[in-house]
């Protein structure tokens, strides 16, 4: 499964190679299972996570948002924490499916569908 995993993040960071986009790091000396491939989009396309998800869900493909800010849930809205990275992040990212048996073609629908988005807003 984690073989299978890899294999989508490689196709993913391949096909969106082209795109100016961040997605998870594999550091020197580990081996990420990337579970969740998640794509990190650049400032200055302003993309908007919502419109993505939106056009993603007409597509029927299912794309997560990623990881609120802790900040914004409940039990720590009121700590005082100051958490600029998270709450600057948090909206320019989106987790892509990954599901084990996902095939190429959704796969490729997956980043057309992502590349659309991006050259519509670039």
Same mark, same amino acid.
């Given at each position: 499964?984690?073989?299978?995993? +890899?294999? #989508?993040?490689?196709?993913?960071? +391949?096909? @969106?190679?082209?795109?100016? =986009?961040? %997605? ?11 579970? @969740?491939?998640? =794509?990190?989009?650049?400032? /200055?396309?302003?993309?908007? !996570? *919502?419109? $993505?998800?939106? &056009? %993603?869900?007409?597509?029927?493909? &299912? ?8 900040? %914004? $849930? ?12 998270? /709450? &600057? #992040?948090?909206? +320019? ?6 599901? /084990?048996?996902?095939?190429?073609? *959704? $796969?490729? !629908? =997956?980043?057309? #569908?992502?590349? !659309? ?6």
């Amino acid at each position: 499964m984690i073989a299978r995993k +890899r294999d #989508v993040f490689a196709f993913y960071a +391949r096909e @969106m190679a082209n795109l100016d =986009v961040a %997605m998870n790091p594999e550091r020197p000396g580990s081996v990420n299972g990337f579970w @969740m491939p998640t =794509v990190v989009f650049a400032p /200055h396309l302003k993309v908007s !996570r *919502d419109l $993505l998800l939106q &056009d %993603m869900q007409r597509e029927e493909i &299912d794309g997560r948002v990623f990881f609120w800010p802790l900040s %914004m $849930l409940p039990p720590f809205q009121n700590s005082g924490a100051q958490t600029p990275i998270a /709450h &600057d #992040v948090s909206p +320019r990212a989106l987790n892509l499916p990954s599901y /084990h048996d996902i095939t190429d073609s *959704d $796969l490729r !629908r =997956v980043v057309a #569908v992502v590349s !659309r988005h991006c050259t519509r807003i670039a």
